[in-house]
């Protein structure tokens, strides 16, 4: 059984920066589908960023121009890139691999 761990959350004042990490245990190449989600509390959960192998990135409406997403095959980790962050990014940020899904990183924005 494989599964996927998520890094790199925390506190961070409004319009500030945050890096999140998604380690899958097994080779990022066999993976058909990455993304990350969010869920904020009394909200669903929501795709934030993802994509499909073969197929281009997708971006939550609320996060594109701000947040990329970015891949870096040869530690097999998937980034989420957080700019400009406001306070309703403040959630739960989740990585899924294929069916797959991690424990969930906490983000808060907030001065």
């Known amino acids: 059984q494989w599964h996927v761990a998520e890094s790199g959350g925390g506190l961070v004042q409004p319009g500030g920066s945050l890096k999140l990490s998604c380690a899958p245990s097994r080779s990022i190449f066999s993976i058909f589908a990455m993304g990350w989600y969010r869920q904020a509390p009394g909200k669903q959960r929501e795709l934030v960023a993802g994509y499909v192998s073969g197929g281009k990135t997708t971006y939550a409406d609320s996060v594109r121009g701000r947040w990329t997403l970015d891949r870096d095959n040869t530690k097999n980790l998937l980034y989420l890139l957080m700019d400009n962050l406001k306070p309703e990014g403040t959630a739960v940020y989740y990585c899924?691999?294929?069916?797959?899904w991690g424990q969930g990183t906490q983000v808060t924005v907030s001065s």
């Open positions: 899924r691999a294929d069916d797959e």
